[in-house]
């Protein structure tokens, strides 16, 4: 599955932005889906997912209450959508995409920056 994520760009403390990341295949229904992220001279974390069915999600703490994800599975898309956004979410967004073959999420979206200035 390929993976194009867009919507980053620059925002102010307290703002928001909405991801979107955009899925090719046939079986993006059957796919859990999840944001992580990246700051410079960090490792890339976890900061949201989404599951196949039922669509129950799951949050960094960092995060919780403020960010939302959700999935279009009729337009193959999964979106973050960011609240109150703070100088610390500045980092590289990656989607990223586990096919439920005991891989886990080994399918990435090349990345979308989002900057979050005080």
């Known amino acids: 599955v390929q993976l194009q994520a867009s919507g980053g760009g620059l925002a102010q403390a307290g703002g928001s932005l909405r991801l979107s990341c955009a899925a090719s295949g046939r079986t993006f229904s059957s796919y859990d889906m999840a944001w992580f992220r990246q700051s410079p001279g960090k490792e890339r974390d976890f900061v949201a997912t989404?599951?196949?069915?039922?669509?129950?999600?799951y949050y960094a703490d960092s995060v919780k209450g403020r960010f939302a994800i959700s999935r279009d599975n009729a337009k193959k898309t999964v979106y973050l959508q960011m609240t109150s956004l703070k100088p610390e979410d500045t980092a590289v967004y990656y989607c990223a995409a586990d096919l439920r073959d005991g891989l886990g999420f080994r399918s990435w979206g090349q990345g979308t920056l989002v900057t979050v200035s005080s």
């Open positions: 989404i599951t196949w069915i039922g669509g129950s999600t």
